[in-house]
């Protein structure tokens, strides 16, 4: 798979432009893969050295979305972002407040949370023909339309939250 484009819309929304590639696995990774990272961040803010590595991970993706963004919006958000990750970094490592797994944590379960909140905005109560749900429908062979997909995937999007936070509890117990 190549991809040729990435836009970011105002509007929450976006398109990647992509050639080849495996259109059943690339159609629901925007929804379910925000979900995945979600349920990864709350699993890493379990214990300091997983949350630690997850805040450097979360730097690293911000340094290069930093360098590639074409837009000062964008850029502003990850250098912005990328302080506030070094403050709160800073004082757990210089203070007695610790705080970074929380942030991470809190990172995670908004994530979650907003991946199960944008399936059903755009692709159960809002009906927008081109969407990723639409277009998996029309090439699965199965009858679901493009709000059944949307519920299958926020279901599945709810089981990696409701399975993150059941296992981040059993890691902490």
Not at 8 to 16: D, F, K, L, M, R
Not at 149 to 173: A, D, K, N, R
């Amino acid at each position: 798979m190549q991809v040729e484009g990435i836009q970011v819309h105002a509007n929450e929304g976006g398109v990647t432009q992509t050639r080849g590639g495996v259109y059943w696995l690339i159609l629901p990774a925007g929804y379910l893969g925000s979900s995945f990272w979600g349920m990864a961040l709350i699993l890493a803010s379990t214990n300091l050295t997983t949350a630690r590595i997850a805040a450097g991970c979360l730097a690293v993706a911000l340094l290069v979305v930093l360098f590639v963004a074409k837009n000062w919006t964008l850029r502003g958000l990850c250098i912005g972002f990328i302080i506030f990750l070094a403050i709160i970094w800073l004082l757990q490592e210089t203070t007695k407040v610790r705080i970074l797994r929380y942030v991470i944590l809190f990172i995670g379960v908004m994530n979650s949370l907003f991946s199960v909140y944008d399936i059903y905005d755009d692709l159960i109560s809002r009906r927008v023909h081109s969407s990723d749900a639409e277009k998996f429908a029309e090439i699965c062979p199965c009858p679901c339309n493009g709000v059944g997909w949307g519920i299958i995937w926020g279901m599945i999007s709810f089981i990696f939250l409701c399975g993150s936070i059941y296992l981040g509890l059993l890691i902490l117990s």
